[in-house]
């Protein structure tokens, strides 16, 4: 008797959900996501803020979009993924259904449940896809983790009361600790 199969998810589950169920999509399993706590909700805010403001002040062509926002990393339907925010140079890779292909940078926020997906699974998705800059901001640890994948540099750990530095954007930095979180 063959064993069972293993359910091999698409993009098309994930447009099926129950209305207000996110998921991502890596290589064909499904993965849950917990609505983002205030701390999430405030960093993300801060941070979408500041990069907007940056790119609009200084006649960038990129865009900041933050969560949900759907990036489709590879060209099947097997792979869906929402980061926190994703900052996109190349308008060509921007439909209405999201990015088609890697973001210039990708800004994780871990949240509890997300620790193992931000740390490891999405950092080396991100890496093979060719992000050039990788985030992860964890407010548990109060740090931010940097990696320059375009020049295959990292990790550079910052802590929360620090300018942590854009390697997309020369001159371009962020610091949390203005904002009290």
Not at 36 to 45: C, E, F, M
Not at 113 to 135: F, H, I, N, P, Q
Not at 144 to 172: K, R, T, W
Request: charge should be negative; glycine fraction near 6%.
């Amino acid at each position: 008797m063959p064993l069972p199969q293993e359910k091999i998810y698409t993009v098309e589950d994930i447009y099926a959900l129950p209305a207000g169920q996110r998921a991502e999509l890596i290589d064909g399993e499904i993965f849950y996501m917990a609505p983002p706590n205030t701390a999430h909700q405030r960093i993300s805010s801060v941070l979408h803020a500041a990069i907007f403001n940056y790119i609009r002040d200084n006649g960038g062509s990129c865009e900041v979009f933050h969560a949900p926002f759907a990036v489709f990393l590879t060209n099947d339907s097997a792979n869906y993924l929402e980061p926190d925010l994703s900052v996109i140079c190349d308008k060509g890779k921007i439909d209405g259904t999201g990015c088609k292909g890697a973001p210039d940078w990708v800004i994780e926020i871990v949240s509890p449940g997300s620790k193992r997906m931000d740390y490891y699974t999405k950092l080396s998705l991100y890496r093979a896809a060719g992000v050039r800059e990788y985030w992860i901001v964890d407010p548990m640890k109060r740090v931010s983790i940097v990696y320059d994948m375009e020049h295959d540099d990292g990790p550079v750990l910052h802590s929360f009361s620090e300018a942590v530095h854009c390697h997309i954007y020369p001159g371009f930095s962020i610091s949390l600790s203005d904002w009290h979180i």
